[in-house]
């Protein structure tokens, strides 16, 4: 069974830091990878897909890289602002298509 | 397109009742999924279906926990007797393929389960 890891649990930044999120998985014969942000009380929000022929995508100021062989994939963030703070989930497709998800990584950025 | 649409919203219900948590994914979509997610242990996946058929109940944790989909527009969870320890916010999502190359996976807001 896919098992995706998180590192770290909880991040906090000044404003104005770029900073990278880790998520590892298991099991490397993945589809596609997907990150999510999620705010308190509230439902998950798509940030980016990757599939498995993808190394990176791009969307502002968010850049996510995928290296299936060794099970990784990060998320950075470019020029923080408060209003990133959020919790990020990572979820990996495999190829029975279910999506497993990461217990995530909570980020405060301080004004 | 209204998204990912959940109902209800928040369910506060005693011990022994039954809970059912209704789900509409998006038009076009035919993956759906159902999530429950706690402080504990996060996101868990409790059951998904590719074009209405149920592929994986695996992690429905009870037989209490019963999951339908009779047509491409609407889902239920249902839990029959419901108990404390099923409190949780219940997330249903969907997306399109089932192949190779499938979309992102859209969530509903979610439905707040509150068993007394």
């Known amino acids: 069974k896919q098992e995706v890891t998180q590192i770290p649990a909880a991040l906090s930044v000044p404003e104005g830091e770029n900073l990278v999120l880790n998520c590892s998985f298991t099991?490397?014969?993945?589809?596609?990878l997907q990150w999510f942000r999620q705010d308190p009380g509230k439902g998950l929000t798509s940030l980016l897909l990757?599939?498995?022929?993808?190394r990176e995508q791009t969307s502002g100021r968010l850049n996510a890289s995928l290296d299936k062989s060794s099970g990784r994939s990060t998320l950075y963030i470019a020029a923080s602002q408060p209003g990133d703070s959020a919790t990020y989930l990572c979820?990996?497709?495999?190829?029975?298509?279910?999506?497993?998800f990461g217990a995530g990584t909570r980020l405060t950025v301080k004004p | 397109d209204a998204g990912v649409i959940q109902s209800p919203r928040h369910e506060v219900t005693e011990m022994g009742q039954e809970v059912t948590l209704r789900c509409k994914p998006i038009?076009?979509?035919?993956?759906l999924f159902w999530y429950r997610q706690t402080m504990m242990r996060g996101l868990e996946l409790l059951i998904y279906?590719?074009?209405?058929?149920?592929?994986?109940d695996s992690g429905m944790p009870e037989d209490r926990f019963s999951a339908k989909m009779p047509n491409a527009s609407f889902s239920t969870l249902k839990i029959q007797p419901s108990e404390p320890r099923d409190s949780a916010v219940y997330f249903c999502?969907?997306?399109?393929?089932?192949?190779?190359?499938?979309?992102?996976?859209?969530f509903g807001e979610g439905s707040r389960l509150t068993v007394l």
């Open positions: 990757i599939q498995s022929s993808q």
């Open positions: 279906f590719n074009n209405n058929v149920p592929i994986d």
């Open positions: 038009s076009g979509h035919n993956s």
């Open positions: 099991d490397s014969a993945i589809y596609n």
């Open positions: 999502a969907s997306r399109t393929g089932t192949g190779f190359n499938t979309g992102e996976l859209f």
């Open positions: 979820a990996v497709r495999g190829n029975n298509n279910d999506m497993r």
